[in-house]
């Protein structure tokens, strides 16, 4: 992470709530975290007001077609991401 432009987790939601004894980043320090729809939105508001960067996918049944288009969903949004960040990087070179 240190030495990365960008840094993603990809989480789904029965992850949030429980205590873990290890760590490896604090939410701010993370680009966006990508989780399912099955978070509640009183936990993603808590996420949101700790410093994440959340994107939810929709998930509804789990069948191969809903799978692709979630890994599809999630794809574009680090393309935008990826296509804003050199964009970024671009215009601060011309400086």
């Not at 574009?76 to 601060?92: F, M």
Request: proline share 1%.
């Amino acid at each position: 992470m240190r030495v990365s432009d960008e840094t993603y987790v990809l989480v789904d939601s029965s992850k949030y709530g429980h205590n873990c004894l290890t760590s490896f980043a604090r939410l701010p320090d993370v680009d966006l975290t990508i989780t399912d729809s099955h978070l509640s939105s009183s936990k993603a508001k808590s996420l949101e007001a700790a410093g994440a960067t959340l994107r939810i996918v929709d998930v509804r049944g789990g069948d191969l077609n809903s799978d692709a288009k979630n890994a599809t969903a999630i794809k574009e949004v680090l393309r935008k991401r990826s296509q804003k960040k050199a964009l970024t990087l671009d215009r601060n070179r011309k400086r």
